[in-house]
């Protein structure tokens, strides 16, 4: 059996959030700021720490949802809310 390629980040980025565990890449994108930057902020304490996965690192959407990083509009269709 054939191990299951990983969707690109353009495809993850479309994906509504339920339920889902989001990667270090698509967090950064999804709340406007560099990866090295979300590393410094959970490491000072000031961003919810991920979880580890086998040797990935993973944040449920949902608790960024709680802490207010992600959009409610993100939860319900997917894809990256534009800055109003």
Do not use: H
Request: aromatic content about 4%; hydrophobic content about 40%.
């Amino acid at each position: 059996m054939a191990t299951p390629k990983k969707l690109s980040l353009q495809r993850r980025l479309a994906l509504p959030l339920t339920g889902r565990n989001l990667r270090l890449d698509e967090v950064s994108v999804r709340v406007g700021l560099a990866q090295s930057t979300v590393d410094k902020l959970v490491m000072d304490g000031l961003f919810p720490p991920p979880l580890r996965i086998g040797t990935s690192k993973v944040w449920p959407a949902d608790s960024l949802l709680q802490a207010g990083l992600l959009s409610v509009r993100d939860k319900e269709w997917g894809g990256v809310c534009e800055p109003q």
